[in-house]
């Protein structure tokens, strides 16, 4: 079943007492319209059962509560891999889609979601970060713990962050996001400092192993509105995974991805193989038994997570470069995610050393 809009899936939602009255907060309560429970700080919502097994349930549960550490940093990669400088903006943890290989299942301890209302001390920590360093240029994202827009249709956060990076020069943001809830975009001045991004797979990936995610049609088609809009637009093929057809599979997916969107309108194209932490396997084979991409061969890299080994991973690579490079434009940035120099010569023929290194790269593709 296809989940244009996940949040649908949430029917109850909590808020700390501390944050009830926060005027964030009390929009987001009007305009959720669900039943709602008001706890105190640090307390937790009630889910039945155990984590693990008790996270399908969860997702049905929003907590609406204070972030208490930071919000921004950069993107935890590793140094054994090229890194392209991401800086995260945490806005929540959890997400309402269900994906068979989503790390936040081995990462987190709890089964609900988490959004975080006291975004004054967002903005007011992402105006001193930008602002200590005006010459430098930052690539922020929101999809590192949750998804950038899945949530959106409930609290509204897109359009104030839009706005607040349209005024900056020294920064772009990226929303990627697995849904089609794009409506809160329409209209805003965005100054081209934002861009919509999408994960995208082998048809018969997203249909068995990213549940409650918006379908390949309804994901393209919220990008040629966004494209409409004068929005980049942005995709990520990652993880890919090796599957019977999968040949057949990218392929098709690439081929309705160009005819949705014309090639100008892409910022940047990324790459990355299904990889790992050990506990993942356990948990999500726990979860979803009729999964079997679990149970393939695979090595471990550099990084301690579980890789296909080199040769399978550059079969694909390949691959998909190939057919990407049928309708790639000049001006898009084709890149790996967390991949070592070796791959990128083998594939690519360069390094992004270069090329002045990823982060210059992956900037110069979406600078005025």
Same mark, same amino acid.
């Given at each position: 079943?296809?989940?244009?809009?996940?949040?649908?899936?949430?029917?109850?939602?909590?808020?700390?007492?501390?944050?009830?009255?926060?005027?964030?907060?009390?929009?987001?309560?009007?305009?959720?319209?669900?039943?709602?429970?008001?706890?105190?700080?640090?307390?937790?919502?009630?889910?039945?059962?155990?984590?693990?097994?008790?996270?399908?349930?969860?997702?049905?549960?929003?907590?609406?509560?204070?972030?208490?550490?930071?919000?921004?940093?950069p993107c935890p990669g590793t140094r054994e891999y090229r890194c392209c400088d991401y800086q995260?903006?945490?806005?929540?943890?959890?997400?309402?889609?269900?994906?068979?290989?989503?790390?936040?299942?081995?990462?987190?301890?709890?089964?609900? !979601?988490?959004?975080? +209302?006291?975004?004054? *001390?967002?903005?007011?920590?992402?105006?001193? #970060? &930008?602002?200590?360093? =005006? %010459?430098?240029?930052?690539r922020i994202g929101t999809g590192e713990f949750t998804d950038s827009l899945a949530l959106d249709?409930?609290?509204?956060?897109?359009?104030?962050?839009?706005?607040?990076?349209?005024?900056?020069?020294?920064?772009?943001?990226?929303?990627?996001?697995?849904?089609?809830?794009?409506?809160?975009?329409?209209?805003?001045?965005?100054?081209?400092?934002?861009?919509?991004?999408?994960?995208?797979?082998?048809?018969?990936?997203?249909?068995?192993?990213?549940?409650?995610?918006?379908?390949?049609?309804?994901?393209?088609?919220?990008?040629?509105?966004?494209?409409?809009?004068?929005?980049?637009?942005?995709?990520?093929?990652?993880?890919?995974?090796?599957?019977?057809?999968?040949?057949?599979?990218?392929?098709?997916?690439?081929?309705? !991805?160009?005819?949705? +969107?014309?090639?100008? *309108?892409?910022?940047?194209?990324?790459?990355? #193989? &299904?990889?790992?932490? =050990? %506990?993942?396997?356990?948990?999500?084979?726990?979860?979803?038994?009729?999964?079997?991409?679990?149970?393939?061969?695979?090595?471990?890299?550099?990084?301690?997570?579980?890789?296909?080994?080199?040769?399978?991973?550059?079969?694909?690579?390949?691959?998909?470069?190939?057919?990407?490079?049928?309708?790639?434009?000049?001006?898009?940035?084709?890149?790996?995610?967390?991949?070592?120099?070796?791959?990128?010569?083998?594939?690519?023929?360069?390094?992004?050393?270069?090329?002045?290194?990823?982060?210059?790269?992956?900037?110069?593709?979406?600078?005025?």
């Amino acid at each position: 079943m296809s989940y244009g809009d996940p949040s649908r899936y949430i029917t109850r939602l909590y808020v700390e007492e501390q944050c009830r009255d926060l005027p964030y907060a009390r929009e987001i309560i009007k305009r959720s319209n669900l039943p709602l429970t008001v706890i105190e700080e640090r307390q937790s919502p009630v889910i039945d059962g155990v984590y693990p097994e008790n996270l399908t349930r969860g997702k049905h549960h929003l907590l609406l509560c204070r972030n208490r550490g930071r919000f921004f940093k950069p993107c935890p990669g590793t140094r054994e891999y090229r890194c392209c400088d991401y800086q995260v903006l945490n806005i929540g943890m959890n997400c309402p889609m269900d994906c068979v290989y989503c790390i936040l299942q081995a990462y987190l301890n709890n089964p609900w !979601l988490s959004f975080f +209302v006291n975004i004054d *001390d967002l903005f007011r920590e992402l105006d001193e #970060a &930008l602002t200590a360093e =005006p %010459a430098r240029f930052f690539r922020i994202g929101t999809g590192e713990f949750t998804d950038s827009l899945a949530l959106d249709r409930l609290t509204g956060l897109s359009r104030h962050l839009v706005h607040f990076i349209s005024r900056r020069k020294n920064a772009v943001l990226e929303l990627k996001t697995k849904s089609a809830v794009i409506d809160n975009l329409a209209g805003l001045e965005h100054g081209g400092r934002t861009v919509v991004a999408w994960s995208l797979n082998s048809p018969a990936i997203m249909a068995a192993e990213e549940i409650r995610t918006a379908s390949l049609d309804e994901r393209l088609a919220a990008a040629a509105r966004c494209a409409g809009w004068g929005y980049r637009l942005a995709f990520h093929f990652d993880p890919i995974i090796r599957h019977d057809g999968w040949r057949e599979g990218y392929r098709e997916t690439i081929r309705r !991805l160009f005819n949705a +969107v014309a090639g100008e *309108d892409i910022a940047w194209i990324s790459l990355g #193989a &299904l990889r790992f932490l =050990p %506990a993942l396997k356990a948990t999500a084979t726990g979860r979803f038994p009729a999964s079997r991409f679990f149970y393939a061969e695979f090595v471990d890299g550099l990084d301690h997570k579980s890789r296909y080994f080199r040769g399978q991973r550059l079969e694909m690579y390949k691959f998909i470069a190939d057919e990407l490079s049928r309708y790639l434009s000049d001006k898009t940035c084709l890149y790996f995610c967390m991949e070592n120099d070796a791959v990128w010569r083998e594939v690519f023929g360069f390094t992004p050393a270069e090329r002045g290194g990823l982060p210059a790269m992956l900037d110069q593709a979406v600078k005025p």
